[in-house]
């Protein structure tokens, strides 16, 4: 592999820190744009594989045995076949299913398509924590999957400067994201420079999920936000109320909105945390880290209270904690898990994030659980890593619909 060329010390001359972060920041840049160009040539686009039937049946509750007899009728999308002659959907042909036998059976239709109904209002999901490392990211794009996978509308926002996120759905923040293109767009107080939220919004490789990116743009709100404030200059809405009435717009157009936080309290932490309808505040069972945790909700706690006398109302459907990269056979892990349970009792959810080699094979390769196929790692270490992830997402999928009030 050819390595871009390595920071030299030019003799006799004194780089300044500036530069020399500067200069640095280029060099891997241009290093990891080589390594995604080897990847993902210049005009490919990132792609999801299909599904076997047995798949498409677990993910529909159709019958196996109906689909293979509608495919040899020619009835509803028709599926590729692979070099065993076995039969493949993509999450589109599968979405078209979900369609046809909802308006085939409209008294069964939410079994087939879950999509919120009329009354039923857009679930707005913030993933949150102080530190870095607790998988929010992580958290953030098998959520999406899942719900995607299983017939919801999906709206993935980037929040983090870092763009952990928007990188997983394939969008490089340094080279595919351009200036006014993230969530910064629609936040922005020059008025001339704002665009509508409707205009930044992507569609994904990933049917049923439409993403926000990000960038180190979008540190431009926390920068401008407190200038605002000091010159008390009218700037329309509070700097909190923004990212809530950006999302108004496009409320009919999504089920669930899945926020990826930045690992601090900002504004705009703030203001996804009264965007949010809910919740899911992620953390590893580590000493340190539930004490960063505690100092968040410290903090968290005050800015609400500061919210609370400027008479907004934080209205949100439910809070939960869920424990990451666990692993059950570590003691002083579990010591810490029974200690939050003990403290929080059924705020934290029951299904925990095992820790798996599974889901970090996939993250290397910039892909969820849901997108490796059996072969690619062991088929027990796959089954493992995704019964668990299936059982996170599953219990959250729950509480979305408790706050539809769907039994």
């Known amino acids: ?27 891997l840049s241009g290093q990891l744009q080589q390594l995604r160009t080897r990847m993902y040539p210049p005009k490919s686009e990132k792609s999801l594989r299909p599904f076997l039937t047995s798949e498409v049946s677990k993910l529909t509750s159709i019958p196996d045995s109906t689909l293979k007899l509608m495919s040899t009728e020619g009835r509803g999308p028709v599926p590729s076949r692979l070099e065993n002659n076995h039969r493949v959907y993509t999450l589109s042909q599968i979405n078209e299913l979900r369609e046809l036998f909802a308006a085939q059976k409209p008294a069964e239709a939410l079994r087939f398509l879950p999509r919120r109904r009329h009354g039923e209002h857009l679930q707005v999901l913030a993933i949150a924590n102080f530190k870095g490392g607790s998988a929010k990211t992580t958290t953030c794009v098998h959520l999406c999957h899942y719900l995607a996978l299983h017939g919801y509308r999906v709206l993935a926002l980037d929040l983090d400067p870092q763009a952990s ?19 910064y767009a629609a936040l922005r107080y020059d008025e001339a420079e704002r665009r509508p939220i409707r205009d930044i919004i992507r569609k994904t490789y990933f049917d049923g999920i439409d ?37 108004q717009d496009v409320e009919s157009d999504y ?22 309808t809910s919740m899911i505040i992620t953390v590893h069972p580590a000493m340190l880290d539930v004490a960063s945790m505690s100092q968040f909700l410290l903090m968290m706690g005050d800015l609400i209270s500061v919210l609370n006398e400027t ?21 002083p892990q579990s010591q810490v898990v029974a200690m939050l349970r003990h403290l929080f009792g059924t705020d934290v959810l029951l299904p925990t994030a095992i820790e798996s080699t599974a889901v970090e094979a996939a993250g290397l390769a910039k892909r969820s659980i849901y997108e490796l196929e059996m072969g690619q790692i062991g088929r027990e270490t796959h089954k493992r890593a995704r019964e668990a992830v299936d059982a996170v997402n599953e219990a959250i999928i729950r509480l979305i619909n408790d706050s539809w009030g769907r039994t």
Do not use: C, W
């Not at 969008?171 to 293109?181: K, L, M, R, Y």
């Not at 936080?261 to 996804?272: E, K, Q």
């Open 211 to 247: 993403l926000i990116p990000g960038n180190l743009e979008v540190m431009e709100y926390e920068h401008e936000t407190p200038r605002i404030l000091a010159s008390k200059q009218d700037a329309g809405a509070i700097f909190f109320e923004r990212l809530k009435l950006a999302l």
């Open 165 to 183: 996120l928007s990188a997983l759905f394939g969008a490089q923040p340094e080279v595919d994201v351009g200036s006014n293109e993230t969530i």
């Open 255 to 276: 089920d669930v909105v899945v926020l990826d936080t930045p690992p601090s309290l900002g504004f705009l932490t703030l203001s996804a945390i009264y965007a949010a």
């Open 1 to 27: 592999m050819a390595i871009a060329h390595r920071s030299e010390t030019i003799v006799g001359t004194k780089e300044d820190a500036g530069a020399k972060i500067l200069r640095h920041a280029g060099l």
């Open 311 to 331: 008479g907004a109302q934080l209205d949100q459907d439910f809070i939960r904690y869920l424990v990451t990269r666990h692993d059950p056979n570590d003691a």
